[in-house]
């Protein structure tokens, strides 16, 4: 091929490397990707609400290494056995987009939201300056202040991240910039000993940023929560005291909206009160929750959210705009975050450009290169509308009151709490342990059952459903219903499947 090259008119050879013309075969790559993209079709979008399929095709891990031969060679492989890999990654991955998935707090798939993700992922942008992401960067403001509305605030600002995990940790930098803004140049030693406080049932990124961010795990001082989950307040005014007293100095509260676990909503106007009595940062992690603001229904979860100083929120999780879509709002329209994050690289954010320098959003970022991610969630929305939004977060919450209801009557089913969103926690209890004493023996034994029948489940491949032990409660089952493609007869499948697969526990 590079002799026939060299023959050609002008030719160029510089190091032994011939420079004339493409090296990639146009015409082949654009049939791999019409076939591959056909597989997809038929392997995933296609089935993705045939119950009859299974959830995953469980192999054991060394067993899976082996099927897929993950080795990477000197020379590549041909067309027909990538696209055979294509279809046994597929096989051999879990299906999220499954009706009876409901191992995490996402699940199902949006077909606008595909799509939009199809056209981002050949696009190839990364959102930083308005003259190579245009359009994205004007999607993400619009969708930014729509999301702001919602909240209450009048204005404000903010940008999409990789995860409500990032949301929180910039949360916490930015509270901390706000406290004592000579940390961006002077660093750590300039500050006193900082303290932040969270409920129990925080999410756990919130002692991870804690440690990165140089605070501390130790500076996190969590606050005790009631039978449901929920921070109690008089305990939060208990501890902000304690650390004032022990010399230390308070500067942020995150309250949740939606719970990892219990799925609670902590009392955000009574803990706005306290923040605004001690001149605290309020940061409400809803990442799971924030979606029931959509719902004229169910928005009163989050009463008091408006007089938050910052917000999580994560589309990607109870409306389907896919993984990742997150976002970090802000209250502050003063250009608080780009004050925080700002590098002022002179090779990008040149202040001499022939438009509008205030659309080269990424300053704003710690990232640089940075995903449109706030596309897909905008062409689903475009497509959908808010009523079609809401409609899906009334749908999950009633399709998880039936389930409540149904476990309620069936024997050997028990709730850990009464639900007040879309997880629903609860034991299940084999016929040979219903007579038991309860007593440690009774625990110890019901401790192993959900394990077991995960295992079967996965194994059967018939569905997926999370189990945890928590704060002294021995592992119990957390269904989460998302997806708008499940029903009451997955509701009711569910159950059954349980008793069937515990029959001689």
């Known amino acids: 091929c590079k002799q026939e090259m060299l023959q ?61 031969d ?69 999607v993400e403001e619009a969708v930014v202040k729509k999301m702001i509305e919602f909240i209450g605030w009048e204005g404000g600002d903010g940008i999409f991240n990789p995860g409500g995990s990032v949301s929180n940790m910039y949360a916490m930098n930015l509270a901390r910039y706000k406290f004592c803004p000579e940390i961006k140049e002077k660093g750590l030693s300039s500050l006193p000993r900082l303290v932040l406080f969270a409920s129990e049932e925080c ?63 902590d009392p955000l106007d009574k803990i706005a009160d306290i923040c605004e009595k001690h001149s605290l ?11 029931a603001l959509i719902s004229r229904k169910h928005c009163r979860l989050l009463d008091g959210i408006h007089r938050a100083d910052s917000v999580a929120w994560n589309p990607h999780k109870m409306l389907l705009a896919g993984i990742q879509c997150c976002a970090l709002l802000v209250k502050d329209n003063s250009g608080l975050l780009k004050k925080c994050y700002s590098a002022e690289a002179a090779y990008l954010f040149q202040q001499d450009k022939f438009y509008d320098v205030s659309y080269d959003t990424g300053d704003k970022s710690i990232q640089c290169s940075r995903r449109p991610d706030a596309f897909k969630f ?38 850990l709490v009464e639900p ?42 018939s569905m997926m459903l999370g189990y945890q032990p928590h704060r002294g409660k021995v592992n119990f089952f957390r269904q989460v219903v998302i997806s708008p493609q499940v029903s009451r007869e997955d509701m009711d499948f569910l159950l059954d499947e349980i008793e069937l697969l515990a029959k001689d526990l």
């Not at 100095?249 to 676990?261: E, N, Q, S």
């Not at 309020?282 to 979606?291: I, P």
């Not at 997880?423 to 016929?431: G, H, K, L, M, S």
């Open 70 to 138: 993950l080795e990477m060679r000197d020379t590549g492989e041909c067309h027909k056995k990538i696209l055979q890999l294509c279809r046994d990654v597929i096989k051999y991955s879990v299906k999220t987009n499954h009706p009876r998935f409901f191992n995490q707090l996402y699940a199902g798939i949006d077909y606008y939201s595909l799509v939009a993700r199809f056209i981002t992922e050949a696009l190839n942008p990364s959102v930083y300056t308005y003259e190579v992401s245009p359009v994205f960067l004007l």
């Open 378 to 415: 905008w062409l689903m929305w475009k497509a959908l509308g808010t009523t079609g939004l809401e409609e899906r977060v009334n749908r999950a919450l009633a399709l998880a009151r039936y389930l409540v209801e149904e476990i309620k009557k069936r024997e050997g089913f028990q709730l």
């Open 281 to 291: 940062w309020l940061h409400v992690d809803a990442s799971w929750g924030g979606s």
């Open 8 to 68: 050609k008119k002008n030719a160029v050879l510089v190091d032994g490397v011939v420079l004339n013309g493409p090296i990639m075969d146009s015409k082949a790559g654009e049939k791999f990707v019409e076939e591959a993209c056909k597989i997809i079709m038929e392997e995933v979008v296609q089935k993705a609400d045939d119950v009859t399929e299974k959830v995953c095709e469980w192999q054991a891990p060394e067993t899976l290494k082996q099927i897929l």
């Open 203 to 265: 999410h756990y990124s919130m002692k991870k940023a804690a440690s990165f961010l140089g605070i501390g795990t130790e500076n996190v001082y969590f606050i005790k929560t009631d039978e449901r989950g929920k921070m109690i307040p008089e305990e939060l005014e208990k501890q902000v005291q304690r650390a004032r007293k022990e010399g230390s100095a308070p500067f942020l509260v995150c309250a949740t909206a939606g719970t990892t676990v219990l799925g609670a909503f």
């Open 420 to 461: 007040e969103y879309a997880n629903v926690c609860f034991w299940y209890i084999p016929p040979n342990l219903r007579k038991m004493e309860d007593g440690p023996e009774f625990w110890q034994k019901l401790h192993q059952v959900a394990p077991i029948i995960k295992e079967r489940m996965m194994k059967k491949g």
